[in-house]
């Protein structure tokens, strides 16, 4: 075997242990992390959660018709029979009530 072919073989044997150690370590934090460290991170993801929940009700708060307070007015001054009511003007006496 010539020395080329030798020296191919283990350059491609650190290049492949390298690689796997690489992917080895990639889910693993380099160091562990402090207290306060951790508390942020469960307060963040705690802050996303009530963000998404804000959302979802102002979505569904959105889709929900609630009747104004003009349209019911109107409906009220529909349901009066104009003749019955009448404003006095300034001097009018209440008599014919």
Known sequence: MSP????????L????????????LEGL???KRSISEVQLMH?????KQVL???DWLQLKLNN????????????????HDGSSIRRLRKGESASWI
């Open 4 to 11: 080329i072919r030798f020296l191919e073989k283990i350059i």
């Open 64 to 79: 929900i018709l609630i009747p104004s307070l003009n349209d019911s007015q109107k409906e009220q001054k529909g349901k």
């Open 13 to 24: 044997i650190i290049v492949l242990w390298g690689l796997c150690s690489l992917i080895s």
């Open 52 to 54: 998404n929940r804000q």
């Open 43 to 47: 307060n963040v993801r705690e802050h």
């Open 29 to 31: 934090p380099v160091s």
